[in-house]
């Protein structure tokens, strides 16, 4: 197992954000679930940074873990988001670790 999803699947389980470089951007993520989408895996994940509309709940993104890099795990914890139901974001997409 990569050192990548080592890092994702312990910060899932322990609620703990992470920092990743991501389309050449240094990311804040609380990481919710790690699922599987045709071979490749994802994370779903709350982006700290993103500024969000007034009218806008925040929402979980998917990150695919072949683009993430340089993670670093924080000691920092999280609250999952309201009313998150561990459920990949689509049919066929299969879950494997969800807080």
Same mark, same amino acid.
């Given at each position: 197992m990569d050192d990548t999803r080592l890092k994702l699947m312990e910060a899932i389980a322990r609620k703990r954000l992470v920092t990743a470089h991501y389309n050449g951007?240094?990311?804040t993520l609380a990481p919710h679930l790690l699922f599987e989408? /045709?071979?490749d895996l994802f994370i779903s994940a709350l982006n700290l940074g993103k500024s969000w509309r007034s %009218? @806008?709940?925040? /929402?979980?993104?998917h990150f695919k873990l072949d683009?993430?890099?340089?993670?670093?795990?924080?000691? %920092? @914890?999280?609250d999952p988001l309201p009313g998150f139901e561990p459920a990949p974001p689509r049919e066929e997409d299969t879950p494997l670790l969800a807080v």
């Open positions: 951007q240094v990311l989408r /045709r071979g %009218d @806008e709940d925040p /929402r979980l993104g683009g993430l890099a340089s993670i670093e795990l924080s000691e %920092d @914890e999280f």
